[in-house]
């Protein structure tokens, strides 16, 4: 086993307000709230070693956080760098959050399409919990944030399209960032951030059946309605911008992990094959872009501060009335498009 060298502890922020009295920080941008849903299969049976255990078969790598420190049995590689970077971004959480992880044991998938089906599964028969970076309907995957966000550009273009491929893209998240309007063709696929979007607030929707004419029809609006248009495109990298940024990233993955660790019902323990997981066993291996890309994403300091609260889950009713109205959004701008 690879035990690593203790560095300096990252500086406290310069900028971060400590938490003070007895009041509690603000409440985390709303689509925190879905880490409650991902979890809910969980909720009445909690997650053994067993259920961990049964989703190797999908899993790239073990993760282990133990007495704060970090630590990785990986099975496979996996396509280019998306191993390197997921666990790269599982060390700076650390680093950002010293002493803040509680002990916990997952499963991480690194390729595109979700594994667990839901109907595979019940009560009796509880889903292996497996973390990956997207998940769709019909699965109960745990989403986590992708690997791109340690390290990645933007762009600027009047409007931007986002089609889906194989699964979920990572492009979403700089598409909307770029200030020009989002054009998303039909979306079956959710990362962690997208469940946050309304169409017709943030980007606005195509019909995946007629895509030339959905998009023509786009483009006519909103020469039409251009200051519409724009305040949609300035709603978009909003969202992105302020309650996607890197400080809220890293909070989703603190509140999610330790909601996770809750639900274990066993005391984590070292596989055989685990390594301790830190800057130096990642990097020193790495060079050129790569090496760039994780010495540019790299924790400059430490939070002194609590991080944002997170909100309590949708209630039943709460949930169907958040998925009538993004349903009801994309049929009006159906309907205009009938129309015209």
Not at 122 to 145: A, G, M, Q
Not at 221 to 231: L, M, Y
Not at 285 to 312: H, I, N
């Amino acid at each position: 086993m690879h035990f690593c060298r203790r560095r300096i502890t990252p500086s406290p922020s310069p900028s971060a307000a400590s938490t003070s009295g007895t009041e509690p920080p603000p409440f985390c941008p709303d689509y925190f709230r879905w880490i409650h849903e991902d979890l809910r299969p969980w909720n009445p049976t909690g997650i053994t070693r067993k259920m961990v255990e049964s989703a190797r078969q999908f899993a790239a790598f073990r993760l282990l956080v133990i007495g704060g420190r970090v630590y990785v049995d990986q099975y496979h590689r996996v396509f280019q760098t998306r191993d390197l970077f997921t666990l790269w971004g599982f060390v700076q959480l650390a680093t950002r959050y010293p002493g803040r992880l509680p002990d916990l044991d997952l499963m991480f998938n690194c390729e595109d399409m979700p594994t667990v089906k839901a109907d595979d599964y019940n009560t009796s028969h509880p889903p292996p919990p497996l973390f990956r970076y997207c998940k769709d309907d019909s699965t109960v995957d745990i989403v986590f944030p992708d690997w791109s966000f340690w390290g990645c550009n933007f762009l600027d273009d009047r409007y931007k399209i986002f089609v889906e491929g194989r699964a979920w893209s990572v492009s979403s998240k700089y598409i909307l960032a770029c200030d020009s309007p989002a054009l998303f063709v039909t979306t079956h696929f959710h990362d962690f951030l997208t469940r946050g979007l309304m169409p017709g607030r943030h980007y606005w929707p195509i019909g995946e059946d007629n895509q030339c004419r959905s998009i023509k029809f786009a483009v006519d609006w909103g020469n039409k309605h251009q200051e519409k248009v724009q305040a949609m495109g300035k709603e978009g990298s909003s969202f992105i911008l302020e309650e996607v940024k890197m400080e809220f990233v890293y909070q989703y993955m603190l509140h999610l992990l330790t909601e996770y660790a809750k639900l274990l019902r066993y005391e984590p323990t070292l596989p055989e094959n685990a390594t301790e997981l830190c800057l130096e066993s990642l990097a020193c291996g790495e060079e050129g872009r790569v090496r760039e890309f994780l010495m540019q994403a790299m924790v400059k300091w430490t939070s002194d501060s609590e991080p944002c609260t997170l909100p309590p889950p949708y209630s039943p009713g709460a949930l169907e009335q958040l998925r009538s109205r993004k349903a009801d959004a994309i049929k009006q701008v159906q309907e205009w498009e009938q129309e015209a």
